[in-house]
């Protein structure tokens, strides 16, 4: 018999690695909360109408399909078939997908329910997103996204507060970032400087991929997608830029002072910059001209997180998206997001072992088991203590007291309360501490409290 598997870049997830991925999305979830963020959840599935065309040519490759449902094959001539053209065939046997990011179906939720939301809209969600990527460490097939964004506003101010919200998320984790920013209007102007206008995408797909690949690679891809070598020379210089985020802009003001749309770009991250300034992150935040972030809809500030302390791609990424809407029918509606990866970020604590000690304890007190009588006698203090907010959980079989230890340390039990003849003679309970191996009697009224204390 066929050993059971499960589908490449994807994973099961223990009890324990449940209650660590549950702490990484309550503490971004209270995060969300405290910046006035509301929840929305979308299917799993949308029209594959919906999301071909929104991620650039190598996003949809990356779509999973999925086939119709009944005889999907019902409306294939046998010469469609035989000429083996995947496009065509896809588009008449598959209607849907499943999600890419979160993104593009907020869009589609915004247009469809506009009538009913009040603008600026501040969502958030957090939903499983599936890419039929190559699975390599730290990039998986199917996987968690937490996005937030706001729709409706063309404020810089709320670049700042998603800047404010990352850093809050990650101070809260203990993990020490490097916020990475930069501005699509700035790549474009470079574009038009280097005479690459109408290879904007090309040029961002690249150099997005600069940090993995290298200069020379990027280069050469460069070269490949069509640009001259005149261009990609007066690139070197500009992606090379050393110094601070206000030297670098100094410099760019000079470099692009011949491009309208890259001195606007300038001028939309000194903003930013500028109002950021008094407000004391506690994360790293510099200026990359090499971020790109590869996806079309970008068109002013983006954004990308890495950790510093360990070996990880980007745990977050997002930006500014002018007129994602438009594709919908509802131009001119300007938005800004982040996403924030909740596998990669779980990947990041595990290595650096960031997780509390009672974040990943589940039940707190275990209640043993000899036999009918004394189960029966522990039941109402077992209610009580759950009554009191304590998870607490009772050995289901009577059994020797070793094998009910050994199943507390296994789960991490902190404490053990132990009921025998003894303890129902005198109205009492044996509360053994786990961690310390220290034993005491407690009367039974006591025990809540002293179990809080």
Known sequence: MQKPSIPKGTRDFSPEEMAKRNYIFDTIRSVFHLFGFQQIETPAMENLSTLMGKYGEEGDKLLFKILNSGDFLDHVTTDELSAKNSLKLTNKISEKGLRYDLTVPFARYVVMHRNELEFPFRRFQIQPVWRADRPQKGRYREFFQCDADVVGSDSLLNEVELLQLIDEVFRRFGLSVCIKINNRKLLSGIAEIIGESERLTDITVAIDKYDKIGAENVNL?????????????????????????????????????????????????????????????????????????????????????????????????????????????????????????????????????????????????????????????????????????????????????????????????????????????????????????????????????????
Do not use: H
């Open 221 to 453: 891809e460069l070269e490949e997608r069509g640009l001259s070598a005149d261009a990609i020379t007066k690139l070197q210089p500009i992606l090379q830029l050393e110094g601070s985020n206000s030297d670098k802009l100094e410099r760019l003001k000079t470099i692009l002072q011949a491009s309208e749309t890259g001195l606007k770009g300038i001028e939309e991250l000194e903003t930013i910059f500028n109002l950021i300034a008094p407000l004391g992150l506690k994360s790293q935040l510099e200026l990359d001209l090499r971020l790109a972030r590869g996806l079309n809809y970008y068109t002013g500030a983006i954004l990308e997180v890495k950790a510093l302390d360990t070996e990880m791609g980007s745990i977050t990424g997002g930006g500014r998206y002018d007129n994602l809407t438009g594709v919908f029918g509802l131009p001119g509606v300007s938005g800004v997001g982040i996403s924030f990866g909740a596998d990669r970020i779980f990947d990041v604590l595990n290595t650096l072992n960031l997780y509390p000690e009672e974040a990943i304890r589940t039940t707190k007190v275990l209640f043993t088991n000899f036999g009918e009588k004394e189960c029966t006698w522990s039941l109402p203090l077992v209610k009580a203590v759950r009554e009191s907010g304590i998870s607490a959980e009772v050995f289901p079989e009577a059994a020797k007291i070793k094998k009910q230890m050994s199943y507390a340390n296994s789960r991490n039990i902190e404490y053990v309360v132990i009921i025998g003849e003894t303890e129902i003679a005198s109205g009492s309970v044996t509360l053994k501490n786990m961690i310390t191996g220290e034993q005491q009697c407690v009367p039974k009224e006591a025990l809540v409290s002293c179990l809080k204390n």
